[in-house]
């Protein structure tokens, strides 16, 4: 990491410390039972107001590609997500979610050529295995569907990830623009799934309301916009590794809010989780590269 990229990074790392805050929004301040419904108004509303303010449509092919990272990123994740979230605990979900980063740093090499790094894939197991320490507890239980669709939203993700590292960003388009593309796309692919799924939208209090507009608002618009413009400046696995902050301020949440505790099992897992948060963005050892060449 060089010293110029610290605040980038520190940007980007926004996007998941506060997408951590999802499940204690979810189950505070939303109706119960329209997890789908809840990803719809984080994703379109934002792509609309980001395209709104940005006037910037796609070109030529960016309309097919913004299409596809819209839909790898937002439309198909979201489902994967709340499916595991329904069928899981939720610390088996985010020790799935946490696998990202390994897939990310394995379709580096295929699709952006880069060349496999024993480095990064020795702490993003550490990561996972900090995540695991973290929130799994002796109730954690495995069902296929959720084990599943658990996998499938880190990989979709993380393929949405590195295309995005591939494709870049069009030159001149901003990166609130080039959000705005990828959440309306993915929010527009959500409306015929949440109304097939969920049936009509649930009553909106105020409560829920102030849940809808941080999901929207911050946790859309605002994080998705440091998220991809992160994408677009920095390593793809340095930036992918950083998701590992958001079930561990998931956690912290549920301590602060929630009222729940960690012990030394937790604590443990959060010092290997955050080691290999840092260490990933460090560039590697002579040798831990060596050993691949």
């Not at 097919?64 to 899981?88: M, T």
């Not at 796309?185 to 909106?204: K, M, S, W």
């Not at 340095?238 to 009222?259: D, E, F």
Request: glycine content about 14%; charged content about 5%; hydrophobic content about 60%.
């Amino acid at each position: 990491m060089q010293n110029n990229d610290f605040p980038r990074i520190a940007l980007a790392a926004f996007a998941p410390v506060v997408w951590g805050s999802t499940y204690v929004v979810t189950t505070e301040l939303l109706p119960a039972g329209h997890p789908l419904f809840a990803g719809l108004l984080r994703a379109l509303p934002a792509g609309l107001v980001a395209l709104a303010f940005t006037r910037t449509l796609p070109r030529g092919s960016w309309w097919w590609r913004a299409a596809v990272l819209g839909v790898l990123n937002i439309g198909l994740f979201f489902p994967f997500l709340f499916v595991a979230a329904e069928r899981l605990p939720g610390g088996v979900a985010a020790t799935l979610g946490a696998a990202q980063p390994l897939v990310v740093a394995l379709l580096a090499v295929g699709v952006l050529k880069e060349s496999p790094s024993a480095w990064k894939l020795a702490w993003g197991v550490v990561g996972v295995v900090g995540v695991g320490l973290v929130v799994l507890g002796p109730a954690a239980g495995f069902d296929l569907i959720g084990v599943l669709a658990g996998l499938g939203g880190a990989a979709t993700m993380a393929l949405g990830v590195t295309l995005t590292k591939k494709w870049g960003r069009p030159a001149g388009v901003s990166p609130t623009a080039f959000a705005g593309w990828q959440l309306s796309a993915g929010g527009l692919f959500l409306v015929p799934v949440t109304f097939l799924v969920e049936g009509p939208p649930p009553a909106i209090g105020p409560a829920a309301a102030l849940g809808y507009l941080w999901l929207g608002g911050v946790g859309g618009l605002l994080a998705y916009v440091l998220w991809f413009r992160a994408i677009t400046t920095l390593p793809v696995t340095s930036v992918s590794v950083l998701g590992l902050l958001s079930p561990m301020v998931a956690a912290l949440l549920g301590v602060v809010v929630l009222g729940q505790t960690l012990g030394p099992v937790q604590l443990t897992g959060f010092a290997l989780a955050l080691a290999a948060i840092v260490a990933s963005q460090r560039p590697a050892p002579v040798l831990a590269e060596g050993a691949l060449r």
